[in-house]
């Protein structure tokens, strides 16, 4: 009987060990486990003076230059399952974080969010790094970033790739347009806590995807850490401002001679391109057999990263 309650307590000690160790091991959901993928990635950026703050970018690869811009709420963050195969791919690539997004520094004037700045940095950023020609891929809100980039300068651009991105008005149905004022104030600062991040962020990302288990905690947190404790000028700007008033760019449109890709989420019901397939059509110079329509919503990127890889990669070198 000694011999047997001894082994019964050696078991139990064991068992007590093992739910210790357990315990004590980082959960998926902690925040320790959770910011290990941003921060690894965040780690690789580089910075750059922009005039208005220091820019964060991610910078990699050799041959052709590829410039990856990102919209709202997210960062380069969002091109992380895409940058690599573009690399293998022989390109060399780009992605910032914008002003206001991502690592970059976040200002708190909401006036320093204006398209036509924003899309000046993006000339700053690419003179900086002394590249003279780039093929620009954009999402979101980085349409209106690279319109108005190019009314700026439309000489160094060889290729431009849209991903569900700002075009028309027509097409643009956000969930939500502010006026200005402390409600927009109060919304746009619930990105900046935790607890307003679940009631803003994870929806956000939940209803901008068909294929939900691309969502998880880590790359949720990916989008969520950059704005901690931030300022949420950015996002305010956006909400009261962008959401509310789309500028027509049609004589920019005609006017480019770039050759233009489209890669869309058909099922996205923010940035819809049945409402402005024909637009595009007319205003730009592209044939049928450069648009192609993916089985997924807004963050294309998420849902179908090798599909947008595989495109830019044809598009680009021709096959």
């Known amino acids: 009987m000694t011999k047997l309650k001894t082994l019964l307590l ?25 910011s290990v993928a941003y921060e690894e990635h965040k780690e690789q950026l580089k910075y750059f003076e922009s005039g208005d703050g220091q820019m964060a970018y991610w910078d990699g690869g050799e041959g052709p230059v590829i410039l990856l811009v990102h919209g709202v709420p997210t960062s380069s963050w969002l091109y992380r ?27 708190d004037d909401p006036e320093m969010y204006t398209a036509d700045k924003m899309g000046q940095r993006l000339l700053r950023l690419m003179e900086h790094l002394n590249i003279e020609e780039w093929t620009q891929v954009f999402h979101d809100g980085g349409g209106l970033w690279t319109w108005e980039m190019l009314i700026q ?17 027509a097409g643009f149905k956000p969930p939500i347009r502010f006026k200005e004022g402390k409600v927009a104030e109060k919304y746009a600062k619930q990105y900046t806590t935790k607890m307003g991040q679940k009631m803003v962020i994870n929806p956000t990302f939940k209803n901008g995807v068909l294929n939900k288990e691309v969502i998880n905690d880590s790359m949720l947190q990916g989008y969520k850490i950059p704005f901690l404790d931030q300022s949420s000028a950015s996002l305010y700007y956006f909400f009261t401002r962008t959401c509310n008033k789309i500028p027509d760019y049609t004589t920019l449109y005609q006017s480019l001679n770039i050759p233009l890709t489209v890669i869309w989420g058909k099922e996205d019901d923010m940035l819809v391109w049945k409402n402005i397939e024909e637009l595009v059509k007319n205003n730009f110079d592209i044939k049928d057999e450069n648009i192609h329509l993916l089985d997924a919503k807004h963050f294309i990127q998420e849902e179908k990263p090798k599909e947008i890889s595989d495109i830019i990669v044809q598009e680009l070198k021709g096959e």
């Open 10 to 34: 050696i078991a139990f000690a064991l068992l007590i060990v093992i739910i210790i160790g357990v315990c004590a091991w980082p959960k998926a959901g902690s925040d320790q486990d959770l």
């Open 81 to 107: 399952k895409i940058i690599p195969k573009l690399i293998r791919n022989g390109f060399r690539v780009i992605a910032p974080d914008m002003l206001g997004y991502g690592a970059s520094d976040k200002p």
């Open 153 to 169: 300068d439309a000489s160094k651009v060889n290729h431009l790739v849209m991903l569900n991105t700002i075009v028309y008005e």
